[in-house]
């Protein structure tokens, strides 16, 4: 009988003592099995993996939906149509017995596969594919963002744009405007104000993040950058909706806090009750960045779990004073409704971040198990909540949250069942020790847990934050060791009692208590932060093996036998394998040109200049392993600039850069590589000569630039849009003067003090 149909007829009870996490006795078959003949064992590990099926379900659809995601163009729908019909056939056959596991699993990842496609047709963004100038923009706020320096991100959802033909409208804008111009103006507000509008943003290194797909999911088609004041004209209503008032309380909340708390730490408990860090201090961002402890800002798992379950243990504890409740009614499952109802709470107050919603239906699956008489912490309620939010938003395959959070809580579950055994005769040995032995032994066990808590988590999110971002804290262990307790035991209880105690203005002292423990954790991440090499650097990571490794993961946590080992190593060497191997180009060009970098004698990147295209810059260093901010690379030797016009050698070939401002001098013809800001128009051999020419014409159509320089001395060019594919998501740009009924002229942004004008070219 295969594994999966011996699932499939197990009873009830028997699912249910799975579920439960006895793992215990799993073990120990598997030592005695395994102790068998070498010819026994392979079956003995299958048997080990009875009922297993369902766990495994979402792995498979996340291959499915990675492979979909990885296509270098749309797949045809005919392609769609006949996975769906494959998929259903092998679900059908198992149902009927006649499938085994692989052939449901092999189901899953076709059904991932159709999942992505049908996700992606269902979006169906309109994406704006030029630069505008500036125009005349009508729509209502959607969403406002915190306070940056002097300015917010708002995302207007369009009405009209005017100067603009009306085939080319995206449906959303995300905007940069100066936070005293927003004022009173609120979600939902009908507005008109000009603005300069541009496409959504290519990827700053080829291969890297996507922030045009992002954006694309989420329904915007363009960014841009506030130019007016903005005006309510009245000719159409503003939106009435709930979440107006929600944003009421949000703001309510906040206030509150701010009126009995120091700066400082005002903007910490805003920032974990409602999810708004615009008043976090940037020192403190950082430290908790460098020190490991940055997850504390995000309000996801953790906070969600020590709401809930800070609520679940309260109620359940002050219902089992009352002997009648305890003995005749599920005091247990009352608890869970009403921990529920604080999560889904917890949830609106927090702003609703992709992360927190993914929390909240993991912890909803967990109750309605309790609410149902099962297990509440298992693996197939892990594998339930991961199907679910994947359904909901296929694209969440790809972000770092979805993978980290998962991880994380199944390298904990999977640990923790491993260790249940243990744990559980261990504590039975403690029932005849004296009173201060138990209080002991119990504080160490504390101690022991947060320690086994911390290095599993870290050990299962290490991955998807290197590939993502490109460096982990070093000391994240000793950092969580001393902040998580002071934050589960002091900070959430007190931000909890402090919301409950709000409407009836008694909220100051929960405050107090909460504000104890914030200049805690920032003390504990200020010193970590200090301490030497608390910040390693990773670079890019080669997507194929990185994606193993994360199988690799997987297989660690999911396999039950002694064989589960092979995943750990191979998680290690496809790891180590994915940093080495990864992409290291010799030279970079930025989106638009107006900066680029090449790799000198010393192996290191050096930009041409040490102010522009920051963030480019500093995604590359990270990228190419260094940590090196811009001005500290810019310093390093190799570039000869004058008249903004650079000259170096990178790997033997010469190197010539021209400004926007720089002419092209007689000699450029005889560099081999000519990067240009301005259209080079027949100048410096282009485009007959054999040298190679990437100008502003170049970057226009496909974004930033990567050149490898072989062994041979040719240069290999990869570019930001051709590795993004033909996909939904990337657009095609076009000449300006396509999309608009007028041409409203060049870009001539207002120059601060002492600077120059920005000026955007009509293409």
Known sequence: MDWFAAHAGRTHSTRKGEDSGDA???????GVIDQGRPGNRRASQLQLQQGRAVVWAPVSLVCGLTAYFSLPVEPPVVAGLVMVLMAAGLLLAARAGRAGAVGVLVGFALAGFVLGQAGTAATGTKVLPASTG??????????????????????VAIDAIEEVKTEYWPG??????????IGSLVRGDYVTFQAWLYPPLTPAIPGGWNYGRVGWFDGIGAGGRVASPLAKPGTKPDLQRWSDRLAELRAGIADRMRTHLPQREAGFAVALITGERSGLD???REALQLSGLAHILAISGLHMSLVAGGVFWLVRALLALWPMLALNYPVKKFAAMAALGAAGFYLMI???AIATQRAFIMLSVMFLAVLLGRSAISMRNLAVAAIIVLLIAPQAVLTPSFQMSFLAVMGLIAGYEILGGWQT???AGLAARPLYQKVLIYALLMLLGLSTTTIIASAFTTLPAAFHFNRFAAWALPANLLAMPVVTFLVMPAAVASVCLMPFGLEHWPLQAMSLGLEAVQAIAVMVSGWPGATKVAGAMMPELAF????GLCFLALWRGSLRRAGGGLAVVAGFAAIALGPRPDILIERTAATMAGRMQEGGLVPVYGRRGRFAVERWLLADGDGADLAQAAKRAGWRCADDLCRSEVKGKTVLWLGRKAKPPPDCRAADIVVSANPLRRTCGYPTSRQLHIDRFDVWRNGAHAVHITTDGKPEVTTARGASGSRAWVYAP???RKILLVDPGPWVEKPAAGSTPKTQTGQ
């Open 172 to 181: 959303k804008v995300r905007l940069s405007v100066s936070a005293d111009r």
């Open 425 to 427: 005769g261990f504590r």
């Open 548 to 551: 193993l490794s994360g199988m």
């Open 282 to 284: 940037r020192n403190m």
């Open 734 to 736: 076009v000449a300006r």
């Open 24 to 30: 215990g006795s799993v073990q120990r078959t598997a």
């Open 134 to 155: 500036k125009v005349t923009v009508s729509g209502w706020i959607d969403e406002v963002g915190p306070v940056t320096g002097k300015r917010r991100r708002m995302v």
């Open 350 to 352: 927090s702003g609703q």
